[in-house]
């Protein structure tokens, strides 16, 4: 019953939004309206007002939208939300600006005279405009009032020429930065946590396990890595948009022909190309380099942009009058101060100790002030100026209460959703596709696609991305992250500015183009870009590496790094070390050969014969590795054989649980009903019957599958177990190594403790037990920072115990300290030679093993690996068989 409810949650949310009911009210209102209903009819036909809801009642989903809703605002790790009203300012005051319309007028004539010229500079100016406004709606306009009547005027095709014009200006929804990933981000960021516990619940079910492992763990994703993951299929779509109108023009010259350029390609030309390009394009590189470089979040850089827009208003709107380029003069040179400052001066006030960091602090102080005079000359330019500031604050407002208002809306409409069973009937429906996950995927981005003729972004974004993310990304087949996902998502969902009969970038175009213009001919306009779209959604779907790679790279090459020994990373670790080992495993035997050579008489025994003991572990481990290589082989040799029993087994077992969850649903409607109810008979025939299909559906899985499951568990386990072997004696063969030169490196240390020791015996010896208690530890204290000296660590901590007991006694303290005055003068002589003549053998065995055997050792990865990780972790790797 709780699916007519289901029904008509959608059918009132629908007619809302077809009525033209404001989107952040239809959402919340349906959700509301269909939650008394049914709780109403309960009532009424029941007796009981949680009768028609899937689990709970009216009011634990009422409190539940309630509580996604706070939780946009009150959640702290949501602060991406933050960066929505930054770009959205810098967004609109650069179009306010005129930027559009020097880029178009100066690109034009740049790129004019080639075939296609004038459709090529308006795809590039699109893709700047994208990553500095990504305002849809103001790029549109301002590119269909330029560069539409020169195109018409130079013999362009309407059709190519609108179409042109509609497409670059969504540009902006998919190059960052853009609203609609960092709305992505966020509901992705949810999903993943949500996908991780389905994750994790499927693993136990089917293993039996209580814990999974974390290399199989859904990875999420913030608003930083969708910017990254997003870039290089932007410019994909760009490229192809260039390349075709190219094509287009040498094809049918008639329909894209060149327009040559009155004036002269002379130095004043170039020189007002570089005025017009370097502004937008240094203010992309601040925001997306500060994001891509590490050196600022989504949120920073949000701010870093809107300031930046603010300074380029200063000058663009006060342009022709005295004093223009005063306040970004002045902007940049207290950032070329404050630059300076940060690299050679200590501006941490809390610790400022010197004159020359005193100096250091007054500098930074009086370049920020500089910053801010820039910024504050800037804004009241704009003040001044048409009253631009007051304008671009009241359209920011407007913008970001509309986003947030349909993602409040949003939240209680996924409540609702829930209530009525729709989220297991999502699941229940792709889960039951045959094909698996591609065949899921494709589903979900045809439903999106054609949503896209109706429905804004938005509305998509917070609308279906709940719904079906969780399910998709708890997928092991396929094992995509967030990001991947988030991105094929954004690419699609942008058609919905290009399709009929609601494409809002036609709408746009439409209020501004001409009467010669038809309709008809803008809608066939957009069609071969609508089918570019599609083509680069393929090649994004066909090649993860381009949305992985970039945040992949900026993590693993950031100060904050995942290590080496990250279980997350350890599969393509392990493919490096092979790479690796491959060319250079005779190197490593050659090397352990020489150090088993050195003479470590002079060393305690204990040291000495774990540092022999590791070299004769090098091959041992180079031998387990090929083992392990092995077990790898014999895995996938397995899985071909099991990977189609297991599929359709997992597919018996889950529709069955389908069916327990409906058999769950019958009880409970049971157990409402009075004890002599008549209904009673008639469900309990339901449960028999489906009973009766969850018996005929387990009949299917084959008699052998315990045995051929048992079969591959024993290879994976095999596998497994070699690479935990392979683990253990790589570190054999390199800790001890790295135990002893921490030893022999820390000479100047253990030497500079001398004076302190030898002292300590007249410390002891001149005053009060009491008072030696305190020197005597920090004296042991300064002995743990050095390697290798427990034994007189150990005497030290005696002699303070004897001082500081109930009874104190001199004469032990001062015995235990000649103990280790004693131990002192043992190390100091073989460490002076162990420097000498073991130290440089074991250090190039050390390095020799580095990047290889000792690579899970290492704090961060070297560049070299960093970017082979980053390569490799691209690559969607299918863990189902794990589950």
């Known amino acids: 019953m709780e699916l007519y409810f289901l029904l008509l949650l959608v059918i009132l949310m629908a007619a809302a939004l077809s009525s033209g009911f404001p989107v952040a009210f239809a959402l919340p209102g349906a959700s509301i309206a269909t939650i008394m209903i049914a709780a109403g009819a309960g009532l009424l036909f029941e007796g009981a007002s949680d009768a028609f809801f899937a689990q709970g009642g009216p009011k634990q989903w009422l409190s539940a939208g309630v509580t996604n809703l706070r939780g946009v605002y009150w959640e702290p790790e949501r602060d991406t939300l933050i960066a929505i009203p930054l770009f959205i300012f810098m967004g609109i005051m650069l179009q306010r600006s005129k930027i559009a319309e020097d880029l178009l007028i100066t690109m034009a004539n740049l790129f004019g005279p080639i075939p296609g010229g004038l459709g090529i500079s308006v795809v590039f100016v699109g893709a700047l405009l994208a990553a500095t406004t990504g305002i849809v709606g103001a790029t549109v306009v301002a590119m269909g009032l330029i560069s539409l009547p020169a195109m018409m005027r130079n013999g362009y095709s309407n059709s190519l020429a609108t179409g042109t014009i509609a497409a670059s200006g969504t540009l902006g929804q998919i190059i960052p930065p853009s609203i609609v990933l960092i709305i992505l981000a966020d509901q992705l960021a949810s999903a993943a946590d949500q996908a991780g516990t389905i994750r994790k619940a499927l693993f136990k079910e089917n293993t039996g396990e209580l814990s999974m492992p974390s290399s199989f763990d859904v990875v999420s994703t913030s608003a930083g890595e969708m910017f990254l993951g997003a870039l290089m299929p932007g410019l994909v779509l760009v490229g192809l948009y260039m390349v075709y109108i190219l094509a287009l023009a040498m094809v049918r010259p008639k329909m894209a022909p060149p327009v040559l350029y009155k004036g002269k390609y002379d130095t004043a030309f170039a020189f007002n190309v570089f005025m017009t390009l370097v502004p937008p394009l ?204 988030g991105v094929m998502i954004g690419l699609n969902i942008q058609t919905s500015f290009l399709t009929p009969p609601f494409g809002f970038a036609l709408f746009y175009l439409r209020g501004v183009a001409p009467a010669a213009v038809k309709t008809i001919q803008m809608y066939k306009g957009v069609i071969p870009f609508i089918c570019l779209q599609l083509i680069a959604l393929g090649i994004v779907g066909n090649s993860p590496q381009l949305v992985n790679y970039l945040p992949n790279r900026v993590a693993l090459l950031s100060d904050n790094a995942p290590p080496p020994s990250n279980p997350k990373l350890g599969f393509c670790a392990d493919q490096y070390v092979g790479l690796q080992i491959a060319d250079i495993g005779p190197k490593l035997l050659a090397s352990a050969e020489s150090a088993s050579k050195i003479d470590f008489g002079q060393m305690p025994e204990d040291l000495a014969d774990s540092a022999r003991e590791s070299f004769t572990k090098v091959a041992e481990a180079l031998a387990q590795l090929k083992l392990a290589e092995q077990a790898i082989l014999n895995v996938d040799t397995a899985a071909v054989a099991f990977r189609p029993v297991h599929k359709k087994v997992r597919a018996l077992q889950r529709d069955a649980k389908t069916i327990d969850r409906a058999i769950d649903a019958i009880v409970e409607r049971v157990k409402d009903l009075a004890e002599d109810s008549p209904k009673i008979t008639k469900l309990n025939t339901e449960v028999d019957a489906l009973k009766t299909e969850k018996d005929l559906l387990l009949a299917q899985i084959p008699s052998d599958w315990d045995v051929t499951h048992k079969a591959f568990q024993d290879v994976s386990k095999a596998r497994t177990k070699a690479f935990a072997v392979y683990k253990r004696l790589s570190g054999d063969a390199y800790t001890p190594a790295i135990e002893v030169l921490d030893v022999l490196y820390s000479g100047d240390a253990f030497r500079a403790l001398q004076d302190g020791l030898m002292s300590a015996k007249d410390l002891v010896a001149e005053n009060a037990p009491a008072d030696a208690v305190e020197p005597l530890a920090a004296l042991g204290r300064q002995f743990s920072e050095v390697s290798g000296v427990n034994d007189i660590k150990s005497a030290i901590s005696k002699a303070r115990r004897a001082v500081k007991s109930k009874t104190p006694d001199k004469a032990k303290a001062q015995a235990q300290l000649d103990k280790a005055i004693a131990l002192y003068q043992g190390q100091l002589e073989w460490r002076a030679k162990a420097e000498v003549d073991i130290a440089p053998k074991l250090a190039a065995y050390e390095t020799s093993l580095r990047t290889t055997l000792g690579l899970k050792s290492q704090p961060k990865f070297t560049r070299e690996q960093a970017l082979f990780i980053a390569s490799c972790t691209s690559n969607h790797r299918d863990v189902s068989l794990n589950f």
Do not use: C
């Open 282 to 485: 240094a203010l992309i590189f601040l925001v997306l380099g500060s994001i891509i470089g590490g050196i600022a979040t989504v949120n920073q850089a949000g701010a870093i942009g809107a300031a930046g827009a603010l300074i380029m208003a200063g000058y663009r709107l006060n342009e022709g009058k005295k004093g223009t380029y005063y306040p970004v003069i002045l902007a940049l040179i207290s950032l070329v101060m404050i630059a300076l400052v940060m690299s050679n001066f200590n501006t941490n006030i809390k610790n400022v100790k010197t004159t020359t960091d005193m100096i250091g602090v007054a500098l930074a102080v009086l370049a920020s002030l500089g910053l801010i005079t820039a910024l504050v000359w800037s804004a009241i330019r704009a003040f001044k100026v048409e009253d631009t500031l007051r304008g671009v604050m009241r359209e920011t407002a407007k913008a970001t209460s509309l986003v947030f208002i349909i993602l409040l809306g949003a939240a209680i409409l996924t409540a609702a959703f829930r209530a009525f069973g729709g989220e297991h009937l999502v699941k229940d429906f792709l889960e039951g596709l045959p094909g698996g996950f591609w065949f899921k995927f494709v589903i979900v981005m045809s439903v999106i696609f054609f949503m896209g003729f109706f429905l804004d972004f938005i509305e998509i974004a917070v609308v279906v991305v709940p719904i079906v993310a969780p399910i998709l990304l708890a997928d092991p087949e396929a094992n995509v992250t967030a990001v991947w996902l």
